[in-house]
């Protein structure tokens, strides 16, 4: 009986391992999903005459995509279940993907990468839920933050990958090959998912299913947003556009550009991780919650400002390349304090009600970043000033929250009758 019974948690073991694995690799590739077109725009400008504004609005209708449909994924996730939900929304997203190498029209292209955002909305949601039917709670934290690992690995391998494709065959399978790896990845998925592994866990009392509305009187809850929404704001604004930076201004190859601007995120993967335990390791240590989320958030944020600023101004390609590890490393170092804050500062029942609301103002005010520096590119033939605005969006929004608006991150929110 011992025996048998030690071959059935190693075997729930490895499942969750595979699972763990899985959930990394559809965030990477939503993240490779979406620098693809930031590697591909470099022809879009260059070949098939894309002004800077007009890759900016394309660029900006995925994560406009995105956040709106984020409206509907959260019940989609729940009525559908995991297997359902995560199949479907890699699949569509996939699908989408390959079909944007079968043309180079702005029209077409901008609603192929509509459905791209569509596609990817439902992901978050069915992860979470996967998460809470496969891994008990005091495993949950690590998955979540192993989970998140993907947005800087996606964009450390989808841009040297992409710029790869791009050179060797051109950029119809830039989208092919990015798309047929998705669809891959649902096989495995589909092969791999067994369903709850969990015995059902109680229920919490029953709640108005409207109480989260109430999250939008407090300060935390707008805080948590827009100091979200600026350090995500300089992120996307790095993402999208790195690629045509090192290519149109500093006149690097794409497959170079490709190599290159994957440098950055990979040293993000290392800060992201290294801010997280440093984090956990100063609370331990008795620090207060306040000031160790803020020192990091705020940090981070401004350094990664400072960079940005020293970039617009240095004419040096080596400078440049170090002063962007530098930059997306930073803001790297403060990925766990900024998304830690709705956890620390929520009610015990609202956790998920105030990390959507913070996804979604984040994603929004993000959202806009590639269309605004496509605009001002094209006004200016440079990317000084918009390398200035993200730092001052950064800046402004981001530490601002931080600094004014948040307060105390030790005390949750106390929810009060109607």
């Known amino acids: 009986m011992e025996k048998n019974g030690q071959k059935v948690l190693s075997s729930i073991s490895l499942y969750r391992c595979h699972i763990l694995l899985l959930l990394v690799a559809a965030q990477t590739l939503s993240a490779i999903d979406r620098v693809n077109l930031s590697v591909a725009g470099t022809v879009l400008v260059g070949q098939y005459h894309y002004t800077p504004a007009m890759l900016g609005v394309m660029l900006s209708a995925t994560f406009w995509a995105y956040t709106l449909a984020q409206i509907a994924a959260g019940p989609l996730a729940d009525w559908a279940r995991s297997r359902v939900t995560l199949a479907l929304c890699v699949s569509v997203w996939s699908f989408g993907t390959i079909l944007c190498g079968t043309t180079t029209a702005f029209v077409p292209l901008i ?78 998925f589909l092969l791999i998912y067994r369903g709850k592994i969990l015995i059902e866990e109680a229920s919490p009392p029953a709640r108005g299913k409207m109480e989260w509305i109430k999250l939008l009187k407090h300060r935390q809850t707008w805080g948590t947003m827009l100091g979200t929404g600026g350090n995500f704001y300089m992120l996307v604004f790095y993402t999208t556009w790195l690629p045509s930076y090192l290519v149109l201004q500093r006149h690097i190859s794409i497959l170079n550009s490709g190599v290159i601007s994957s440098l950055p995120f990979i040293v993000a993967v290392f800060t992201t991780i290294l801010g997280g335990w440093l984090s956990d390791r100063f609370i331990a240590g008795g620090a207060r919650v306040t000031i160790v989320r803020k020192s990091f958030a705020i940090g981070g944020i401004m350094s990664a400002a400072i960079f940005t600023v020293l970039l617009a101004y240095i004419d040096d390609t080596s400078a440049d390349i170090a002063l962007l590890a ?32 913070q996804t ?16 001002l590119i094209s006004s200016t033939n440079n990317f000084q000033l918009p390398m200035l605005v993200c730092a001052g969006v950064a800046v402004i929004v981001g530490c601002g929250a931080y600094i004014f608006i948040i307060g105390d991150i030790d005390r949750p929110i106390e929810m009060q009758g109607p």
């Open 360 to 375: 979604f103002g984040a994603n929004l005010i993000a959202s806009f970043a590639p269309v605004i520096t496509g605009i």
């Open 326 to 357: 530098l930059a997306i490393g930073a803001l790297g170092l403060c990925t766990a304090a900024v998304n830690a804050v709705a956890v620390d500062v929520a009610p015990r029942h609202l956790v998920s009600s105030l990390t959507s609301i």
């Open 111 to 188: 609603f192929l990468r509509i459905i791209v955002g569509v596609g990817e909305a439902p992901g978050s949601p069915g992860v979470f839920r996967l998460i809470a039917e496969t891994f008990s709670k005091d495993l949950r934290a690590t998955a979540v933050g192993v989970y998140f690992s993907g947005n800087k690995i996606g964009p450390a391998v989808g841009l040297a990958l992409c710029g790869l494709i791009l050179a060797r065959f051109g950029l119809p399978w830039v989208f092919y090959i990015t798309g047929a790896m998705g669809l891959a990845w649902v096989i495995w």
